[in-house]
């Protein structure tokens, strides 16, 4: 039993690591994104439009192109979520808007937007989408002749090895390359970078979108991957939004953590459907990570260790004349 | 005589604020350099034009003889030019290494600027290539021209091409990204010049000396030879400033230029060559150092002449005020912060508190306000109510009734007061009446009581700490409403009462003369001295009995200074007993009246200022004295 929840775990954690590591890419640069709900679920939307528009241009009969199935999707959601991180920064950045109350209303306008938008595309006729949904599924289709092993670390689709290598590649580039210093720079002391002679508003836009893409991958996974292109599931696609800002604080800001975190969250996810729990009991369980982020905060403050600490910068807008 | 800078009639405002107006000067190469003036006479203001942080209104600024456009930092680099800001521009979780690296290009490499200089001539290796393709093309062509004369030159152009190409493989080994370069970088820097820096501590970690080499090295390492430095000593000790001083001096053998803003006139006779006078925004003259005396430059400075005098009147019929008593307090290290410290602060008397920085002053301060837990001790304030009607503020009703059943009150006409069997309401209309009157003066335990009561007993404390700001004034609120911070529970009902404070608001700016727009000013955006005013000025207006300021003067003018100096010898006349904790060891021996040393929380020695000497108080501020004996 426990080989086939880990599975289904491993499955599931794509769209906590997506969320989490997209989340610390615009985190790390200076921005507190409560909006990544709303960009998750546009990244949803987007994602289903992607598939959509190319399932159902291919005429009946013709098997879908394995690798354009994922590719266009894929590039709908980056795309869907740049622009949702595009209009975050245009009321931060430029207009110099308060973040919190800006990102609480990207996620009240994103859930809307994406809702409202998913229900219209249900009503498509002779949609191949579903079809697509289950060509998704593995990535290594001969998974099974590795046994348990197979099973529990194989059984992935693209998207779960791409979320693992993503945030792997997150943590390298913040410790070890010069544009990760920089950013760095930007979110803990925006008037240091600045003075340092970094493009603090070039860097704080363009990690924001990039950031707000990779968000818009969990959307994207959970939709077409986990629930296999079943429309009727997205319904609670923003509350991994909020569980993704959790995990964040979660994991001290560091991109590679949340892979073992997502993996340990999934689980606790699917838990209540393995163990027969009452709905009651599940709603707790549920609320475990959520608990967990506390204590660890807790404990981070307790400590006291300023390497656990958010960037100092984060949530304040920064203009190189306030005195 | 070579121009580093040269201001032509440069102009700044904000909003209706002019900092800088036509100012014009030049400033000499391989010189240190002196920007003096009071606070808001826009000198700042005016570095930050050259440093690329502000853009002025109008005017132009020349670097190296050539007009120079300035828009952000990264082009004052492109200048040459760097600033030290007095708040610290670095980030607190990199370590030293980290810090300079931060936004660095390539082209910053100062080797690749050298390499690239250099071999200008030679072209680039595109055009080199294309060169050589030319004259291979012409020799296969040509059967006309002499083939082995462009043979010759085509192998020149190869060896040239090589020399490039080797070149540029070089220049991309430096410039790679390493901390490794970097902090070998820093290293020949810090050796050259003379300054101490361990690369791998980290940023908050460091003593402020450390942050600002730190932001000294990083401009450096940029290839900054024109450095401007905000009040670089305002926060230094003495031998922290020296050491700096030398580095500069350093710095400018090298052939380095120096500007220090700054206000205090003997740092300005002993490190610079040449001082540029700024006052109100305009410039006022500029003078060589050697022919400078002190009395000059304060004129030059306010614009009229100004005795520099305290006088210091003789305590009025001192009586024990607040008595502090084996006391003790932890700090966060698990130590004592405060030692067996006791003393006694009286009426009409100013206690001076000498100390080097961090040796337990503010938890001093902080514990006798009630703002810092005590782990051991006594701290009594003997509030002088005798013959004074009773006032319920803080007090409660069995409070009251075990001090009347004591005997401690007395009706008008000399009978003692009883209260058994009187409602509360009965008392409160008593005292409201104020027929209940103190027959002694009333002691209170401070030790026991919350920050609230204890100001309403009349102690109120004025701390300025570091960066101004960070306690006691609320930045984003207007005067009026940092004032109300003090009386908000003050007036009946729900609503707020302006009427008051908004008059103690306009006492404050009149009599301090604050300079601000209005009232209704938010407070950050006033200058340091005037900000340190309002929060002074606050503390005294509501008439307090003990009253302890810190630093009270840190970063002011000379002006703003004295004036903050006559308020403390205004407030003692009155009989307050005030605790001025100082850094300035000439003032505190003009000001006070008993000087306090403080070693490591322990008392090193209380001395009379008009029998000791700067000397004896370093000593025991440094090592407490000879045999640490302890004095009375």
């Not at chain 1, 990102?103 to 009240?108: D, F, I």
């Not at chain 2, 902090?183 to 050796?191: F, L, P, V």
């Not at chain 2, 008993?594 to 025991?620: H, N, S």
Request: glycine share 8%; charged share 25%.
């Amino acid at each position: 039993m426990f080989v086939s929840l880990f599975a289904r775990a491993f499955r599931m954690m794509a769209v906590y690591i997506f969320g989490a590591s997209g989340d610390t890419v615009i985190e790390k640069g200076g921005h507190l994104n409560m909006g990544v709900p709303g960009i998750m679920f546009i990244g949803a939307l987007g994602g289903i439009i992607g598939e959509v528009t190319y399932a159902n241009n291919v005429p009946a009969g013709t098997p879908l192109n394995g690798f354009l199935i994922i590719f266009v999707p894929l590039i709908f959601a980056l795309i869907f979520g740049a622009l949702a991180g595009l209009l975050y920064c245009f009321l931060t950045v430029t207009l110099k808007c308060n973040q919190n109350v800006v990102g609480l209303s990207l996620t009240t306008f994103g859930v809307g937007l994406a809702r409202f938008s998913i229900a219209g595309l249900t009503g498509i006729k002779g949609s191949r989408v579903s079809e697509a949904g289950l060509m998704l599924q593995n990535l290594f289709p001969g998974y099974k002749a590795a046994g348990a092993f197979g099973e529990m670390f194989l059984s992935g689709s693209f998207f779960t090895y791409f979320a693992i290598i993503l945030a792997i590649a997150i943590s390298i580039f913040m410790a070890k390359t010069k544009t990760g210093l920089n950013l760095r720079a930007v979110g803990e002391n925006p008037a240091s970078a600045d003075a340092a002679g970094i493009n603090v508003t070039k860097y704080r836009y363009l990690s924001t979108m990039i950031g707000s893409g990779i968000v818009a991958l969990g959307g994207l996974t959970y939709v077409l991957d986990v629930e296999m292109g079943v429309y009727a599931a997205t319904d609670i696609v923003d509350s991994f939004g909020w569980l993704a800002l959790s995990i964040v604080i979660l994991c001290a800001w560091r991109s590679w953590i949340t892979i073992p975190v997502s993996l340990v969250i999934g689980m606790l996810s699917i838990l209540p459907v393995y163990l027969s729990l009452s709905t009651e009991v599940a709603k707790l369980v549920s609320a475990v990570p959520y608990v967990a982020t506390v204590i660890v905060l807790i404990i981070s403050s307790a400590i006291g260790s300023k390497k656990m600490q958010p960037p100092a910068g984060l949530g304040k807008t920064y203009f190189r004349e306030d005195r | 005589m070579k121009e580093a800078i040269r201001f032509e009639k440069v102009t700044k405002t904000f909003g209706k604020v002019v900092a800088n107006k036509d100012v014009s000067f030049s400033v000499e190469k391989g010189k240190i350099y002196a920007i003096l003036g009071e606070n808001g006479s826009g000198k700042t203001t005016l570095m930050n034009v050259i440093a690329g942080i502000y853009k002025q209104d109008a005017g132009k600024v020349y670097i190296n003889e050539k007009e120079a456009h300035i828009n952000s930092p990264l082009d004052a680099f492109k200048y040459n030019v760097g600033m030290i800001h007095q708040h610290f521009k670095l980030v607190d979780v990199f370590t030293a290494v980290e810090n300079v690296a931060q936004g660095l290009k390539e082209e910053d490499v100062p080797e690749y600027k050298v390499l690239q200089e250099e071999y200008k001539d030679i072209g680039t290796r595109k055009e080199l290539k294309k060169k050589i393709k030319k004259l291979e093309k012409e020799i296969k062509n040509s059967q006309l021209v002499d083939v082995e004369l462009l043979r010759n030159q085509a192998k020149r152009l190869r060896d040239n091409y090589d020399i490039i190409v080797s070149l540029e493989k070089q220049e991309r080994r430096a410039r790679r990204y390493s901390l490794k370069t970097i902090e070998k970088r820093m290293k020949t820097i810090t050796d050259r010049y003379g300054f101490i820096l361990d690369p791998h501590k980290r940023a908050y970690d460091m003593s402020v000396s450390e942050k600002q080499t730190l932001e000294i090295v990083k401009a450096l390492n940029r290839g900054v030879n024109i450095l401007i430095l905000d009040e670089p000593t305002a926060v230094l000790t003495p031998q922290e400033t020296s050491h700096l001083f030398a580095a500069l001096r350093n710095m400018k053998e090298h052939g380095n230029t120096v500007i220090i803003i700054t206000h205090k006139l003997n740092e300005v006779m002993e490190i610079s060559d040449k001082v540029v006078v700024l006052r109100k925004g305009e410039y006022v003259g500029e003078i060589n150092t050697r022919q400078a005396t002190t009395s000059k430059l304060t004129e030059m400075m306010v614009g009229k002449k100004i005795t520099l005098d305290i006088k210091r009147s003789k305590p009025v019929n001192p009586t024990d005020r607040l008595i502090v008593s084996h006391l003790k307090l932890r700090n966060k290290e698990g130590g004592f912060a405060i030692d067996d410290v006791s003393f006694e602060a009286r009426s009409g008397e100013i206690l001076g508190i000498a100390g080097i920085s961090g040796n337990g002053q503010k938890e001093l301060l902080e514990s006798i306000a009630g703002l810092y837990p005590i782990n051991a001790g006594d701290i009594t304030l003997i509030n002088p109510k005798k013959d004074q009607p009773l006032t319920i503020l803080h007090k409660t009703f069995k409070e009251v009734r075990d001090l009347a059943s004591k005997g401690a009150f007395y009706y008008k006409d000399g009978s003692d007061v009883k209260l058994d069997g009187k409602s509360n309401k009965e008392i409160a209309q008593l005292v409201k009446d104020k027929k209940i009157i103190f027959k002694d003066n009333e002691i209170v335990d401070i030790a026991e009581k919350d920050p609230l009561t204890i100001r309403e007993a009349g102690i109120h404390l004025a701390f300025v700490p570091e960066d101004r700001l960070g306690m006691g004034l609320v930045g984003d609120m207007d005067i009026v409403d940092n004032m109300m911070l003090r009386t908000y529970k003050h007036g009946k009902g729900p609503f707020l009462h302006r009427e008051k404070p908004s008059k103690t608001a306009e006492n404050i700016i009149k009599e301090l003369e604050v300079v601000t727009p209005n009232k209704n000013t938010q407070v950050r955006l006033l200058s340091g001295g005037n900000i340190q005013k309002v929060l002074v000025g606050r503390e005294i207006v509501f008439a307090p009995k003990v009253f302890m300021t810190a630093y009270p003067v840190r970063g002011l003018d000379i002006n703003s200074s004295y004036a903050i100096y006559n308020l403390l010898e205004k407030q003692k006349k009155e009989g307050v007993a005030v605790i001025y904790v100082g850094e300035d060891l000439d003032v505190l021996l003009q000001l006070c009246d008993r000087i306090l040393v403080l070693c490591q929380g322990k008392v090193a020695g209380i001395f009379d200022p008009k029998k000791v000497t700067k000397e004896k108080l370093g000593l025991y501020m440094t090592n407490g004295g000879p045999g640490h004996v302890q004095k009375a």
